[in-house]
């Protein structure tokens, strides 16, 4: 049996968002447009933004830590409020967490959207049983990502139902059943010997991404999940985009073909080639859903159960 999950109440028109800072601060290009407050009003939402969004701090913080957990507490407990939207993610993630009374997003649950340095609170999400959404942030649209924010309008209307991949020359074929869990690969390495490490004591399926990793550093993490059991644990395992790997000449392949030494001793499904991560398009998932994934040599199939 699965455990029961959260499942917070998919958004419909009239509804409004926050877009609050969970991490680090807006880069000075972001700070000259208002075309993310544009694009979730043209989905017929309202936006609040949080005090301390354009704040700034030693370390590229969006304020202090007490600060960005005093927006993120505030729209919590606001009854207007149905979804929390990191601007952007950086670093600070788990600073700010330490910062929150976490039992609020058990009392007050609601859709939490980010990637990347947001995996963090995907985990605490997870701990807690509640569901979550991997999905673009204010700071990754604009020109070129419109297929990306398409998937994000879709995942918060409750509209995304399953997704289809090409075929992949690294892919394990074979199905799978069992909770998604992941996101960036860094972050989840980062949650090891936290409260919010995910043990997958329970059927999972692991999704990683990562960007603008050394290849060593790469190696080091996969190698971390791999002697800790992580990989063998998981039912099936989905690779999303790694992108700007410095070190691939030197080490003389690609980062992908780094990631693939780990996953082939695997004997379990495990597909590669789907578009989630730090390039568009970024596809929008739904973390702590269970899911079945299906490979065969036409490609992937996941599905949202």
Not at 234 to 254: H, L, M, N, P, Y
Request: glycine fraction near 10%; charge should be negative.
């Amino acid at each position: 049996m699965m455990k029961a999950y959260i499942r917070p109440d998919f958004l419909k028109k009239g509804d409004t968002v926050a877009v609050v800072a969970m991490a680090s601060a807006l880069s000075p290009q972001s700070r000259q447009t208002l075309y993310w407050k544009e694009m979730f009003e043209s989905w017929g939402l309202q936006v609040k933004i949080g005090k301390h969004l354009y704040d700034s701090a030693p370390g590229d913080f969006a304020g202090s830590d007490q600060d960005r957990a005093a927006d993120i507490t505030e729209m919590l407990l606001d009854p207007e409020v149905k979804a929390l939207v990191s601007f952007r993610g950086g670093y600070g993630s788990m600073r700010t967490l330490r910062a929150l009374d976490l039992e609020l997003f058990s009392q007050h649950p609601k859709w939490l959207v980010g990637f990347s340095d947001i995996t963090v609170f995907h985990a605490m999400l997870q701990s807690r049983g509640i569901e979550s959404i991997l999905g673009a942030m204010p700071s990754t649209v604009g020109e070129g990502s419109a297929v990306s924010e398409e998937s994000l309008r879709k995942a918060l209307f409750g509209e995304i139902k399953s997704y289809r991949t090409a075929p992949h020359a690294f892919n394990h074929t074979g199905s799978a059943r069992g909770r998604l869990v992941g996101g960036n690969l860094s972050l989840i390495v980062s949650c090891l010997g936290t409260p919010w490490q995910n043990r997958l004591r329970e059927n999972s399926i692991l999704f990683i991404e990562d960007v603008d990793e050394r290849m060593y550093n790469l190696d080091r993490m996969l190698l971390t999940l791999q002697q800790g059991g992580t990989f063998d644990r998981a039912k099936a395992v989905i690779i999303g985009q790694f992108t700007d790997t410095s070190g691939e000449d030197q080490w003389q392949r690609k980062a992908l073909d780094l990631v693939n030494e780990y996953m082939a001793p695997l004997d379990k499904p495990v597909l590669f080639g789907f578009d989630c991560g730090h390039e568009h398009p970024n596809y929008s998932l739904y973390l702590g859903r269970e899911v079945s994934l299906d490979i065969t040599s036409d490609g992937g199939s996941i599905k949202f159960l």
